[in-house]
């Protein structure tokens, strides 16, 4: 690969640094049962790409409560913070995604115009948990959890898990508390190491990725980055063709109505919010454009005719 | 000390095969995006459990995945799981209990994480994969409430 290492670095930090402004709505179900003359103003915060919703919940728990002081442990209401839940055109959004794989995913598929779609609009609900499509995070702890199970099925598919393991506890934690409060260079300082090759390989041996459509569970494959029988690096494009191939025959076997379009073509193919070209060396992305748990999460939204 | 999918495959046709011999409860499911076995019960708490154990493509392994719930239908948290089984478990909850989505049904579920696995089964890396399988399932299965007769454990 040609690409100076120096370059490659900056990537990584204009990355880490991308936000999103997203306004907080209260569900007009939710402001009926307020208990203030007035009802909670929308607010504004301006999140990072590669956060996760719950790494907020206090602030949203905290301007919430002001105006359910009494009624907030009131089961009878059934409004509580415990069953918050956030919600995008009628969308409960999945806690556990990244933010900026959520934002790319449905705001380029769902919303009527092409036009921009800032501030993200999202409601906010404090009643009626969708229990049986949402996983709950009640805290901090379960999040970071959760954000270590990912980072170690990545490196169980990079490395065997050979380097996650030999890792100290502590720097599993300064993975985590880096990100959580946005140190870029404390999180790469032990982010690199799981960058680095294993078994004389001078690659992955396979890529962790997640691709996802509107309205489908999300795609995740072995995939080998290099093809050594014809000696050459997997592209970007091999790997959604290779995945949208192998989900469609999935999908014939199981007789579905609706198989998957596997025309490249038909979709856009978005990565943090831009589109890398497809012929792109998936080796390459899985080390630069990876998010922090070191996936690559890609979202492939189908083109307006 | 891993399993190929056509060993865990084999795995759970066999524990299946034996569980209609001795009349118990396993279901055996198969799927275009891989093959399960289900396994539900009532306790005398009135409390339903679903046992579903899926491959995980990345480990290589087995995964032990599980739901509770209340005979309305509704579903233990996470903090009544640990609750449950404090008394089994006397490593960090948060590392070893944790709510994930099912890769099959993508529904939430909880699992016991499947990172510590091989070395689990590194101690029995001289038997036979279905004794491996079943050493496996009686460690996990036990922590998390599975009753697993020991008639499977004859051959």
Not at chain 1, 276 to 296: G, K, R, V
Not at chain 2, 17 to 30: A, E, M, N, Y
Request: glycine residues 2%.
């Amino acid at each position: 690969m040609n690409t100076s290492p120096l370059d490659d670095k900056e990537i990584t930090r204009e990355l880490w640094q991308s936000r999103i402004p997203i306004c907080f709505l209260l569900s007009e179900e939710d402001k009926s049962k307020v208990n203030r003359s007035e009802t909670p103003e929308p607010f504004y915060l301006m999140l990072s790409r590669h956060l996760y919703f719950p790494c907020i919940i206090d602030k949203i728990s905290r301007y919430y409560s002001t105006y359910y002081k009494e009624n907030l442990t009131d089961s009878t209401n059934n409004i509580s913070l415990h069953n918050l839940w956030l919600e995008y055109e009628s969308i409960p959004l999945k806690w556990h995604y990244p933010i900026g794989v959520l934002y790319d995913l449905y705001t380029s598929s769902l919303s009527s115009t092409s036009s921009c779609h800032l501030p993200w609009q999202i409601i906010v609900h404090l009643s009626k948990f969708p229990e049986n499509e949402l996983i709950r995070f009640p805290d901090k702890e379960t999040i970071e959890a959760h954000y270590m199970t990912t980072l170690k099925e990545a490196d169980a598919l990079k490395h065997k898990g050979q380097i996650i393991g030999d890792m100290q506890k502590r720097d599993h934690k300064q993975l985590w508390n880096s990100l959580f409060q946005d140190k870029y260079e404390n999180f790469w300082n032990i982010n690199m190491k799981l960058m680095s090759y294993t078994d004389n390989l001078q690659y992955f041996r396979y890529i962790p990725f997640r691709i996802y459509i509107l309205d489908r569970v999300f795609i995740q494959k072995l995939f080998s980055p290099y093809d050594i029988e014809h000696d050459k690096w997997m592209t970007l494009n091999d790997l959604i063709q290779f995945s949208l191939n192998h989900e469609a025959q999935c999908e014939r076997l199981s007789n579905e109505k609706e198989i998957l379009n596997i025309n490249i073509k038909d979709y856009r193919i978005i990565i943090h919010g831009v589109q890398p070209p497809l012929h792109t060396p998936i080796q390459w992305l899985s080390e630069y454009f990876s998010y922090p748990d070191n996936f690559l999460h890609i979202c492939l939204v189908e083109k307006r005719m | 000390m891993t399993f190929t999918l056509d060993e865990f495959n084999q795995c759970i046709n066999d524990l299946y095969d034996q569980s209609k011999q001795i009349h118990d409860r396993w279901q055996l499911i198969k799927t275009p995006k891989g093959t399960y076995l289900i396994y539900s019960f009532i306790d005398d708490n009135c409390l339903k459990y679903d046992f579903h154990i899926v491959f995980s493509e990345s480990y290589s392994v087995p995964v032990l995945y599980f739901n509770i719930s209340h005979l309305d239908g509704s579903l233990l948290s996470l903090d009544d799981v640990w609750k449950l089984f404090a008394h089994k478990n006397n490593s960090n909850m948060y590392e070893t209990i944790t709510q994930q989505e099912h890769p099959i049904l993508h529904r939430p579920f909880f699992i016991l994480h499947p990172c510590h696995t091989e070395k689990l089964l590194k101690q029995v890396s001289d038997q036979s994969m279905n004794k491996k399988f079943l050493f496996w399932l009686s460690i996990y299965g036990q922590s998390v409430g599975l009753p697993l007769s020991v008639n499977y454990a004859i051959d």
